[in-house]
């Protein structure tokens, strides 16, 4: 099936000006243009992806494709970079946007609440408001799906999956008492040794390095993969992991509560980014909620190898909704 994905679906990708920040798009199916299209086939929602950080798209490009065929391909998946995790290549023309009507200056835009809004700016100069929205946020996209609800519960979303979701006590968890001191602590370290070894770095010698990658990992590519190396990109997604362990502790029961009934969670069983007992937690402060234990021993990063497990429960789920669409 994995091979029929990729020989059948096309995935479009744009470079937008999104907030004045360039931001990388990847768009699965035919629709392309939401807003200029009124034809009788425009799709009525819109399947819209977050992803962890560092928000590499492109590694979402097999479930994307995965999850828009087991939905019969009737609705469009979208995934949004985050804001300065990805640069156009040189030859690649960057699109402008709609003037936004709500439009004014994301302050700290690569920080954990520009990237916030830059998702709703991305919303409203892109998808027409009448039009239905199924949210699926991964890792700390899943904190930022929850305080976009928050921050605009008019958003007409359906249902909003919150896969190994990083919602609370980041800095308390395994990776994350490993990862704080590193990245509050040290990171104009870390931004300057990657500066060191990746600026002078040839062309060339980066895609080896990536090739050399794919192949140890068993992984193909459909897009470049220069970002990886590029000192900008790095000291962005250093940056908002650092704002993660500081900002990221207090589970937020408030805007749980107020939309449980369109909120789907996906934990772990072995998760070292939120462990069981988070999942044990919330279970028993929500027992009515829609909230899961994997019991297929899917990893937090299910990007790189569990796509089509991952789709399949997705789109198991999404079933009763999309049949009223």
Same mark, same amino acid.
């Given at each position: 099936m994995d091979s029929e994905i990729k020989e059948e679906i096309p995935v479009h990708e744009e470079f937008i000006l999104c907030g004045g920040v360039e931001t990388q798009v990847l768009k699965c199916g035919p629709w392309t243009d939401l807003f200029n299209d009124q034809s009788v086939n425009r799709p009525k929602l819109l399947i819209f992806i977050?992803? $962890?950080?560092? $928000?590499?798209?492109v590694f979402y490009v097999p479930f994307l494709k995965a999850l828009y065929s087991l939905t019969n391909r009737r609705f469009p998946v979208w995934i949004i970079s985050h804001a300065g995790h990805a640069l156009a290549p040189k030859d690649k023309k960057i699109l402008t946007t709609l003037a936004d009507p709500n439009a004014q200056e994301i302050k700290d835009i690569y920080g954990l609440c520009g990237q916030i809004e830059h998702k709703l700016a991305f919303l409203r100069t892109h998808v027409p408001k009448e039009m239905k929205l199924v949210l699926i946020g991964h890792s700390i996209g899943c904190y930022i799906s929850l305080q976009m609800l928050k921050r605009t519960p008019e958003l007409p979303v359906i249902r909003s999956f919150l896969l190994f979701p990083t919602i609370e006590r980041m800095s308390e968890s395994p990776n994350g008492r490993i990862a704080t001191p590193l +990245?509050?602590?040290? *990171?104009?370290?870390?931004?300057?040794?990657?500066? +060191? +070894?990746?600026?002078?770095?040839?062309?060339?010698?980066?895609? +080896?390095?990536? *090739? &050399?990658?794919?192949?140890? &990992?068993n992984l193909e590519c459909e897009f470049s993969l220069m970002n990886v190396f590029e000192p900008f990109c790095q000291a962005n997604a250093v940056y908002l992991g650092g704002q993660e362990m500081m900002e990221v502790v207090k589970r937020d029961d408030e805007t749980i509560k107020e939309h449980l009934s369109k909120l789907t969670f996906y934990y772990g069983s072995k998760d070292n980014w939120c462990p069981k007992e988070y999942y044990e937690d919330i279970k028993k402060d929500f027992p009515e909620g829609d909230i899961r234990l994997c019991e297929k021993n899917i990893p937090h990063g299910f990007i790189l190898h569990f796509h089509q497990e991952m789709a399949e429960i997705v789109a198991d789920r999404l079933k009763d909704d999309l049949s009223k669409i």
């Open positions: 977050i992803p $962890g950080n560092p $928000g590499i798209s +990245l509050c602590w040290f *990171r104009y370290a870390v931004y300057a040794i990657s500066y +060191l +070894l990746f600026k002078p770095c040839p062309e060339k010698i980066k895609s +080896l390095f990536i *090739r &050399m990658g794919l192949q140890a &990992m």
